[in-house]
């Protein structure tokens, strides 16, 4: 018997694996190759690719697509309708499956709905991810990125609140009360 939930209308083909706890919902569809770790929320209408990895606990919420080559560390939240390319120039009349680029998004990080991330470029971890931007560039650890095409337009903790530097480059999260610092355009937790 299985240790996860898969519902009656939910497609997992052979050969993949899925963590205890991970939940898939309506209409969606776990592809063979595929590595969902433990405690995973799949969301309706959701399409995760051959060789995609999932770390545990990552939310994908509905109508979000996973192409091969996009790997996603623990704790990781892909909001409603958001997008992953895998091919930097597709045609239809070109096959360029051997030409899939790696995405990268690091553990804790928030890609809001309908952004779309270009190929190629990883994004840091607890990174955040604005509605419906487009990522056409690496994004640093702990970045918040806006607009199209995205831009940096300042930090977020791990508890998701805007980091407000000092002039000795330190900040503290209003929720969680830990304290960061910011250096060389690098944050770090302290």
């Known amino acids: 018997m299985a240790d996860f939930f898969a519902h009656e209308t939910a497609v997992i083909d052979e050969g993949c694996e ?9 209409f969606s569809h776990i592809m063979p190759g595929c ?12 399409v995760i690719s051959p060789k995609v990895v999932l770390g545990k606990n990552v939310k994908v919420q509905n109508n979000v697509s996973i192409y091969e080559g996009v790997t996603c560390d623990e704790d990781v939240f892909l909001g409603p309708s958001m997008v992953f390319t ?21 553990k804790g990080a928030s890609i809001g709905a309908n ?3 270009v190929c190629g470029h990883n994004i840091g971890q607890f990174a955040f991810i604005g ?11 702990y970045a918040l990125v806006v607009g199209n095409p995205a831009h940096q337009m300042g930090w977020m903790s791990e508890f998701g609140q ?29």
């Open 18 to 26: 899925i963590g205890k706890g991970t939940k898939i919902w309506h």
């Open 86 to 106: 895998n091919v930097i120039n597709p045609r239809s009349a070109v096959n360029r499956k051997n030409q899939y680029l790696k995405t990268h998004v690091g």
């Open 131 to 141: 509605a419906g931007a487009v990522v056409t560039k690496e994004v640093a650890d």
């Open 162 to 190: 805007r980091l407000e530097f000092d002039n000795d480059g330190i900040a503290k999260c209003i929720e969680s009360n830990e304290t960061y610092k910011l250096e060389n355009n690098k944050v770090v937790k302290l």
């Open 115 to 117: 952004a779309t991330i």
């Open 35 to 46: 590595t969902l770790g433990e405690n995973c929320n799949i969301g309706q209408n959701v």
